[in-house]
């Protein structure tokens, strides 16, 4: 409680004032982040802001030729306006965005977690660079970004994994050390048990800073209109998840802990972290809290395909139940995936004639067989595999010994075999790294499953706005649930949100469950 009074609340109007695009840090770390991407020569650095990019456009249909509004951006961070890289402008800022959420969240792991007798992740690193300059901080850096910090204090294997906005880590010079070092300083005011201390202050804190550093009208021109709290509450109320529907659910007084429930564009998480602060109190209520966090890890999930959505939403989750994860024995993996929703794209290979699924990226195609892929403890192990071959250099005939085990098809086990090909030769040219995360993330929604409830505000981009690719990519599915028609055929406007309502009713909603959307009409 101390602690508290001493130090700032994480509250959205601080946060805001101190890192909001008005701030001296803000428009000093964006320019730099700027900079270093434009005059960066690192092929790791132009790959991950290259897949960015196709996975920001088909979640929001961008399109800089279209938005008038990105102009205004550059005002707000003091750029020049002439040559701007508006593609580039946009990864900074996310960038950003995304260093302050992990620098929160080491301080959330350092707060609760196994070290918590550990002064505190900022101060280590700032005393880092006080040291020992560009070197010191970027070691400390270093463990972050790969996630070390999480596993190590929290056992999280996934809080930081494939993640596009580690780029920066290639470019640290002075002056951007400096303005992490800056960042850093700043944040160290703040008192980061404030999501359990103040929780009507702190709830989606970090949808609400991003909302400040990209302006409204761009962020709707992009389809993305973050759900207002009592919006989602009023949902959550709709479909039968209110506290005193919960409290009306039979003699079992674990069942409401057992209900299963996707937000399969969960954007910030809102959805998922009000209703993980519903089943809070009723656990409070039943002596349940040692037994909650297990439950809420394995029933409560989001998928996602904007990058910085999905490392928002994982952050929300952990604030939400951070100080619960002592009680979770082994592994925890916070269930919140970067992955298409709507469609993992499938084709039959002529070699054996095998059906695989198909992930695309802007470094080629990787294919999983489908009769691994639908088995989720054996990808699982599979793609472990892969990566413990890829840590260690192993060539591929060293990869098909470790598959014997498994007792796979010999057909299953060639595309492996080219899958490995591919990431191994990733791996020497320097551009691996994330293939590998990005791969387990693309396949959550074959391995979770169907749900009871099915909840959420789907992405509202038109189909004109729609990537070519992915259009053409997507094509079966408009016509195979009827929504191929266009207006100037008798049909209607398509809209994105529309193949999202049907796609999850027959994707992922079982039998007898319960779904609500919020779609325009």
Request: glycine share 8%; proline share 4%.
């Amino acid at each position: 409680a101390l602690r508290g009074l001493r130090r700032k609340s994480l509250s959205v109007n601080n946060i805001v004032t101190d890192f909001g695009p008005s701030s001296p840090i803000a428009k000093r770390a964006v320019k730099l982040l700027y900079t270093k991407l434009l005059n960066s020569r690192g092929k790791r650095t132009g790959l991950l802001f290259e897949d960015w990019m196709r996975l920001f456009k088909q979640a929001t249909g961008y399109d800089p030729g279209k938005l008038k509004e990105l102009k205004e951006l550059v005002k707000e961070y003091g750029l020049s306006e002439s040559n701007v890289n508006y593609n580039a402008l946009i990864f900074s800022i996310h960038t950003y965005y995304a260093l302050i959420m992990k620098l929160i969240a080491a301080e959330v792991a350092y707060l609760y977690g196994s070290g918590r007798f550990y002064r505190s992740y900022i101060a280590e690193l700032d005393d880092a660079y006080a040291k020992n300059g560009v070197q010191g901080l970027t070691a400390v850096l270093k463990e972050l970004e790969d996630g070390g910090i999480f596993r190590r204090l929290l056992n999280i294997e996934n809080f930081l994994e494939g993640d596009y906005f580690s780029w920066y880590m290639e470019e640290v010079d002075g002056d951007l050390a400096d303005a992490i070092a800056e960042i850093a300083r700043g944040l160290s005011d703040y008192e980061v048990a404030t999501p359990q201390l103040e929780p009507e202050f702190a709830r989606d804190l970090l949808k609400r800073l991003y909302q400040n550093l990209v302006p409204r009208d761009i962020r709707h021109s992009l389809g993305e209109y973050y759900t207002p709290d009592w919006l989602a509450e009023l949902m959550l109320n709709e479909v039968g998840l209110s506290l005193e529907d919960l409290m009306k659910m039979g003699e079992d007084s674990l069942k409401p802990l057992k209900i299963k429930v996707l937000d399969p564009a969960c954007g910030s998480g809102t959805f998922l972290v009000l209703y993980i602060s519903r089943l809070r109190r009723y656990a409070e209520e039943h002596f349940l809290v040692d037994a909650l966090p297990n439950y809420v890890l394995e029933n409560l999930v989001g998928y996602d395909l904007n990058p910085l959505a999905v490392l928002t939403a994982r952050t929300n989750y952990l604030l939400a139940i951070a100080d619960l994860l002592a009680y979770v024995r082994g592994s925890v993996e916070i269930p919140i995936y970067l992955a298409d929703s709507i469609m993992i794209e499938g084709r039959y290979e002529l070699k054996g004639g095998k059906y695989v699924y198909v992930l695309r990226t802007v470094v080629g195609e990787f294919e999983i067989p489908k009769d691994v892929a639908e088995k989720p403890d054996l990808l699982r192990k599979v793609l472990d595999e892969v990566r413990i071959c890829l840590e260690n250099k192993c060539n591929p005939s060293d990869f098909a010994q470790r598959l014997k085990p498994y007792n796979m098809d010999s057909t299953d086990v060639d595309i492996l075999l080219d899958l490995y090909n591919k990431l191994l030769d990733l791996e020497r040219q320097g551009k691996d790294k994330v293939w590998v995360s990005i791969l387990k993330n693309a396949f959550a929604p074959i391995l979770k499953g169907k749900f009871d409830f099915v909840i959420g505000n789907p992405p509202w981009v038109g189909w004109e706005n729609l990537p070519e690719q992915y259009r053409e990519a997507s094509k079966d599915l408009w016509i195979k649930y009827g929504l191929a028609k266009t207006i100037s055929t008798g049909g209607f406007k398509r809209d994105l949100s529309m193949l999202f309502l049907v796609r999850s009713f027959d994707r992922y909603l079982r039998e007898g469950g319960k779904l609500g959307f919020l779609v325009t009409f």
